[in-house]
């Protein structure tokens, strides 16, 4: 059975994401990933592995991603058994000052499991980059793609 502490947990596991991505700490970063995560960035790139994970994001903080921070909102957390739960959420990167949550251009889905030290670490990790005006066409001219939970 999920408590409010296992969705605290998680909860803390994310925000955990954050502090690390802020340090731009690749090590920190990948601790909270299994031994065997998938990692799927927004162009589309397919990471296997939390070396993999981890040596990744020590090249992009050292370039392109170097003293950015992440944003996140988490939408929802789903558990699927005791040790499972899917998260999404949103968020981007940034320098200065965060951006506004309904600016966050980057849908998330994350797939947590409890590891037998008791842990809840990221199993998958998929990031989709938002196209807001495509949304905005598809709502207008196709009433039926509207998510539920925005009528």
């Known amino acids: 059975m999920t408590t409010q502490d296992d969705k605290a947990a998680i909860t803390a596991v994310m925000a955990e994401m954050n502090l690390a991505w802020a340090r731009n700490d690749a090590d920190a ?8 995560a998938t990692y799927v960035t927004f162009v589309g790139t397919y990471y296997s592995g939390r ?60 797939t947590f499991v409890r590891e037998a030290d008791g842990q809840w670490r990221v199993a998958a990790f998929h990031n989709t980059q938002r196209k807001p005006l495509m949304e905005a066409i598809s709502f207008r001219t196709a009433p039926g793609t509207i998510p539920a939970a925005q009528q």
């Not at 970063?29 to 065997?36: R, S």
């Open 51 to 110: 070396a993999d994970i981890v040596e990744c994001h020590r090249a992009l903080f050292a370039k392109f991603l170097k003293n950015t921070k992440l944003a996140g909102q988490i939408t929802d957390i789903r558990f699927c058994g005791p040790d499972t739960a899917v998260v999404t959420g949103r968020g981007d990167t940034y320098k200065g000052a965060a951006p506004k949550a309904s600016k966050l251009s980057k849908v998330q889905t994350c």
């Open 29 to 36: 970063y990948g601790a909270l990933f299994t031994q065997d």
